[in-house]
């Protein structure tokens, strides 16, 4: 059983708050990882670090920022929350080989 | 470029028949291959990886894998469908030389119906 833990599950905000997706690993991993997912959708690797204060931007382009300060917590921030931020992240980690998930966070945004 | 093929975006199998989700992949070196399975509203899990070895690899849940490196592919395979393997399932893919970056497949809803 992966120890990943994400919060909140689900979050429904208006237009222009900032939010905190928080991710937690306790599996000592290295890399971690942010994907965003539309229902039933494929993933886009949105942010990713390799260790503390170590960040990259994935693939898709993101409003959001993350940071690195502790090797367990990997937190994504919206600074101000727009509808078109509506979707599923998913947070991961992973030392040499498989990638281990949260649940999820499912973001809906008025 | 290196990237992942799931062609069928949907399969739909009946119970106890045996199931197959398809993945084709192009990566520059030796692959690493993977696949994932997500439920309904829930993170990904991990089913099984390629590495090297043996090119039938079992995984969770009674699935498995063959790896054929002649045709590029790592199909997903089950003897018998339950109607709990329902799922979205992703196929990914990392060579040795990436910077420990998986490319996703599409992912392919799997339909098991009594």
């Known amino acids: 059983e992966a120890d990943i833990y994400q919060t909140p599950r689900y979050l429904v905000i208006g237009t222009g708050k900032k939010i905190t997706l928080e991710c937690s690993q306790t599996?000592?991993?290295?890399?971690m990882y942010w994907y965003q997912q539309d229902p039933g959708m494929e993933l886009h690797l949105i942010h990713y670090?390799?260790?503390?204060?170590?960040?990259e931007k994935g693939d898709l382009s993101s409003e959001s920022t993350v940071s690195r300060i502790r090797t367990e917590h990997f937190p994504l921030t919206l600074e101000s929350a727009r509808p078109s931020h509506t979707s599923q992240y998913l947070c991961a980690s992973s030392e040499s080989g498989e990638l281990f998930f949260g649940e999820g966070s499912r973001l809906t945004v008025l | 470029a290196q990237s992942v093929a799931q062609p069928e975006d949907q399969v739909n199998v009946a119970e106890g028949n045996p199931l197959t989700v398809k993945c084709t992949y192009s990566v520059s070196g030796n692959p690493y291959l993977f696949w994932y399975v997500q439920y309904p509203n829930r993170g990904l899990q991990f089913l099984l990886k390629?590495?090297?070895?043996d090119n039938l690899v079992k995984g969770s849940y009674g699935f498995e894998a063959e790896f054929n490196k002649s045709q590029t592919s790592f199909h997903l395979k089950k003897p018998s469908a339950l109607v709990s393997d329902s799922a979205l399932y992703f196929c990914?893919?990392?060579?040795?030389?990436?910077?420990?970056?998986?490319?996703w497949g599409a992912g392919t809803k799997l339909i098991i119906k009594p």
């Open positions: 990914a893919v990392r060579d040795h030389h990436s910077n420990y970056q998986l490319i």
């Open positions: 599996m000592g991993h290295d890399k």
């Open positions: 670090s390799y260790g503390v204060n170590s960040t």
């Open positions: 390629y590495i090297t070895g």
